[in-house]
């Protein structure tokens, strides 16, 4: 009984210290890469909604100021675009996407001013008086 007792203790140290004694794995390259796309892509979904609620947002309520401001002095136009900062990001990859997302939405407001703004220049139609003869 001791001879059995003594080799299965020794079969159970040895299982126990060669299941310690292997390290932690190093992530590899592929898997740290892999890891920060996923970081990137979650930043990048993230900004893309922030920008897109503020887009419509700024669409619905400052257009129309805008069109105001662009009609009485186009120089006041530039103080809303310098305020627009909705999104930022310390990640470089997502960084370049969150900017583009950015001047997508300024030249969408900016395109959607112009055009409320030529709108409103137009002349409405004059009925006129026939003529009888």
Do not use: W
Request: proline share 2%; with cysteine; hydrophobic share 40%.
């Amino acid at each position: 009984m001791l001879n059995v007792t003594l080799k299965f203790s020794f079969c159970c140290i040895f299982f126990l210290f060669s299941g310690c004694a292997e390290g932690v794995k190093e992530p590899s390259a592929m898997e740290i890469q892999h890891f920060k796309d996923s970081a990137s892509e979650a930043s990048i979904d993230s900004a893309y909604t922030a920008i897109s609620s503020a887009c419509d947002t700024m669409m619905v309520y400052q257009v129309p100021q805008m069109v105001d401001s662009l009609l009485k002095d186009s120089a006041l136009l530039q103080t809303f675009f310098n305020k627009n900062n909705v999104y930022s990001s310390t990640d470089e990859k997502a960084e370049k996407v969150i900017r583009q997302l950015q001047a997508d939405c300024d030249s969408s407001l900016l395109k959607e001013t112009y055009r409320r703004a030529q709108l409103r220049q137009k002349l409405k139609p004059v009925r006129r008086k026939k003529l009888k003869a």
